[in-house]
């Protein structure tokens, strides 16, 4: 597992042994898994392999039964409230207010977290965030799937959370505009956010992900290096792994 000890003391995320049950279900058993600043971890797993569930566990949400999960050295569990301080969640689907534009959602947004942005902050966000200019004051109802996500990278950027969740950022982006959404992700790694991303999408994790862990039965059954498979190795291995699982 490339990374891990030689940031040791530096962790963002940290989960040991979690499990999770529902009813008869064990949706995760003994996930282990530690990222560090600028890390952009995929977890890579089909319906069902427990990808909401670590997002949830990460989140407070949910508790674990078993395992610890810690956000900057803040156990999850014990204090979600703390924990989701240093975290930003972007959803499947972002929900902006239609009527108000780019800036006016990031602002109303980033005051709930206790901010006054002024519109130049918020605009030099937006474009760190990589929404073009012309969108800005644009009514958000106009925006496509990629823009209301990158206003939420740009809320996540402007509350310096250290770790951002992504569940399924490139699901149902053309494929220019996941291009583009991958180069948001990787600016947003170099200033120094650590970054889960849940996704089905082998073809995009290359070129978004420094780390991939594919994810069966509840656990990281492997870890890889994505720049070493091609989309064919890559597509072999996903195969490989999941033959044979209940997930
Ligand atoms: N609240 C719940 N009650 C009962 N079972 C649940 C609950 N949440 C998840 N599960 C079960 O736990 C397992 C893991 O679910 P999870 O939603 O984490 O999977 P996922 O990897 O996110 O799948 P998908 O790709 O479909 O989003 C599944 O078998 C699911 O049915
Ligand atoms: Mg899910």
């Known amino acids: ?20 049950r529902f009813g008869e279900r064990q949706a995760l058993d003994g996930l282990d898994l530690s990222l560090h600043p600028s890390e ?7 319906n069902g392999a427990g990808k909401t ?3 949830n566990l990460i989140l407070g949400f949910l508790k674990a039964d078993a395992g610890t999960v810690r956000v900057c050295g803040v156990d999850a569990g014990a204090d979600p409230v703390g924990a989701r301080r240093h975290v930003a969640y972007i959803p499947e689907q972002v929900a902006l207010y239609p009527g ?8 109303y947004f980033t005051t709930l977290a206790g901010l006054n942005l002024s519109k130049g902050t918020a ?27 990158k206003v939420g990278i740009a809320v996540a950027l402007a509350s310096r959370a250290r770790l951002l969740l992504l569940d399924e950022p490139t699901s149902g982006l053309d494929p220019s505009a996941a ?17 889960l991303m849940a996704t089905h999408d082998l073809y995009r994790v290359r070129e978004m992900a420094g780390r991939v862990g594919v994810l069966s039965r509840g656990r990281i059954v492997e870890e890889i290096d994505p720049r070493t498979l091609d989309h064919v190795g890559l597509e072999r291995l996903y195969i490989e792994r999941l033959a044979g699982s209940a997930a």
Do not use: C, W
């Open 1 to 20: 597992m490339a990374g891990v000890t030689t940031h040791a003391g530096n962790v963002v995320l940290e989960i040991q042994g979690a499990g999770k």
């Open 40 to 46: 952009v971890f995929a977890l890579l797993g089909p």
């Open 53 to 55: 569930t670590t997002v």
């Open 100 to 107: 108000l534009s780019g800036v006016e959602n990031l602002r």
């Open 123 to 149: 605009r030099t966000l937006l474009a760190e965030a990589g929404l073009a200019e012309t969108a800005y004051e644009r009514p958000a109802d106009s925006y496509s799937k990629g823009m209301r996500q």
């Open 179 to 195: 291009a583009d959404f991958s180069t948001t992700v990787r600016a947003a790694a170099e200033r120094g956010t650590a970054i």
